[in-house]
């Protein structure tokens, strides 16, 4: 079965440059990744979709990208450092570091908190608008 993606561009920063948003059947599958044809297959393979991944963007006639297999190319990531360019290399998930990095596709930023079952959010503080 062929299964597609949209992707569109969010934000540019740091030394990555650009991320993207990855669509599928018209919801959110990844909301800010700079590999997204990659990690779609991750997000994908992780909810049982496998097949043919057709890449689009918005307001194409046609697709930027044919994956002729989702669980092959789940295996794979794009490497680039000081001495080499971009080149597909194996993925490997990142070490277990603390309970939001199973919730983050991304990852990157902890969050400030982390409630277990149970807990209650803070109060918030509510302060005067400024004049």
């Known amino acids: 079965m062929t299964h597609q ?5 969010t934000t540019i920063r740091g030394e990555r440059g650009q991320y993207y948003r990855v669509h ?4 959110p599958l990844i909301d800010e990744t700079w590999n997204p044809e990659l990690e779609a297959c991750r997000a994908l393979l992780a909810r049982g979709i496998g097949g043919r991944l057709e890449v ?18 789940a295996g794979s990531t794009v490497e ?3 001495k080499r360019g971009p080149r597909f290399a194996w993925w490997k998930p ?31 503080k509510t302060t005067e608008p400024a004049e």
């Open 80 to 82: 680039e450092n000081e």
């Open 24 to 27: 599928y059947r018209g919801a």
């Open 5 to 9: 993606i949209y992707i569109d561009p």
């Open 94 to 124: 990142r070490p277990q570091a603390g309970p939001w990095n199973a919730a983050s596709l991304s990852g990157g930023i902890a969050p400030a908190t982390v409630f277990e079952s149970g807990d209650h959010s803070p109060l918030r």
């Open 56 to 73: 689009w963007r918005f307001c194409k006639d046609h697709p930027d990208m044919l994956i002729p297999d989702i669980a092959k190319a």
